[in-house]
């Protein structure tokens, strides 16, 4: 909300959604309230979110500030004349459009590509609200508890972090050796894959991809496991293969918690938070990352989209980092506050 009071400040009209599940109705009041144009509704079905992105686009934008490639990936298949580029927030977005980048042929900055959004907000706030959000959801301590986080980098580091400090045992899976190594010399246990499901009291992805646990794993997974996302997309843990699952034999849904529990035909059961939905943006009273952190990634974007907007920034800056100097003018800016 900050960011598009902040651009509508700097002359912008704007029209805008929210991401899946994770859309407040509090703001949307509140936004339309101030005369901004909102195609959103709180939900969980993906074509009832489409169906905003669609009516997103048929506003025809001049920029898109897209999260997830969601925006862009429409406007790849569906091109319009005056759209001049924009902003991507996240690597599962920037993994999304790369493919499609010979198509769009425009201006798109890549705000997770800066090594700012890297530290600030995705190894330390990230990794300390999915933490928070753990302890929201569960009420449930910490200590001694053995955590398994898939994914190493900024978001995995932070959450393993988060862990380890809150004196749970904490094991690290990554499909890059060379990053399971620096997740080792940094003092996490890096078993096998199965070997981490398994042993896990707590299972955390955040990888930016899909089937990272999945159906198969039911067989590995701890009685009394609680199992959270912390990646964009709802797909890393395969929600829907749980639920059809022959093994599946009864589902819990507490609603008001938004935790579901799964019987398994051998008497055991685990807990998923959140529906597999980013669990620092879901469930009751999500504050997701820290006001100070998204100061940081709004004010990259609002600086990019200038970038864009003036003309400064062509084609061949097609899903690429934001420019250093968009950085440097950035972090002074955020030192000077702090000073």
Excluded: W
């Excluded at 201006?107 to 959000?133: C, M, T, Y």
């Excluded at 990259?300 to 097609?318: I, K, M, N, T």
């Amino acid at each position: 909300m900050a960011l598009l009071m902040t651009l509508r400040a700097g002359g912008a009209r704007l029209v805008c959604t929210g991401n899946l599940n994770s859309t407040q109705p509090s703001t949307v009041e509140f936004l339309r309230s101030q005369g901004i144009t909102v195609f959103a509704t709180q939900t969980t079905d993906p074509a009832a979110h489409h169906q905003s992105l669609e009516a997103v686009l048929a506003e025809k934008p001049d920029l898109l500030l897209d999260n997830g490639g969601d925006l862009f990936a429409i406007a790849a298949e569906k091109p319009y004349a005056n759209l001049r580029g924009g902003t991507e927030e996240t690597t599962s977005g920037r993994t999304r459009l790369l493919p499609l980048r010979e198509r769009l042929n425009m201006p798109i900055l890549v705000i997770n590509d800066s090594p700012i959004k890297q530290f600030a907000e995705n190894r330390h706030a990230v990794g300390q609200s999915l933490f928070e959000s753990y302890l929201r959801f569960t009420n449930r301590s910490t200590n001694g508890k053995r955590v398994t986080v898939f994914g190493y980098g900024a978001c995995g580091k932070g959450t393993a972090a988060c862990f380890r400090n809150a004196f749970s045992t904490v094991s690290v899976v990554d499909i890059d050796p060379v990053t399971t190594l620096e997740a080792h010399l940094d003092g996490f246990v890096t078993p096998l894959r199965d070997e981490a499901i398994r042993s896990a009291d707590i299972i955390v992805t955040v990888t930016g991809f899909a089937g990272i646990v999945t159906a198969a794993d039911l067989p590995l997974i701890k009685d009394g496991a609680i199992l959270m996302n912390g990646g964009h997309f709802p797909h890393e843990i395969d929600m829907e293969a749980f639920r059809r699952h022959p093994d599946v034999t009864g589902l819990d849904r507490y609603e008001a918690d938004h935790i579901e529990t799964f019987h398994l035909k051998d008497n055991s059961s685990f807990h998923v938070l959140g529906g597999g939905h980013m669990a620092n943006l879901a469930g009751p009273r999500p504050l997701g990352n820290t006001a100070e952190s998204m100061d940081l990634g709004f004010t990259l974007q609002a600086r990019c989209l200038e970038r864009v907007a003036r003309g400064e920034a062509g084609a061949d800056s097609c899903i690429v980092p934001v420019p250093r100097d968009i950085d440097a003018m950035v972090a002074s800016a955020y030192l000077d506050l702090a000073r």
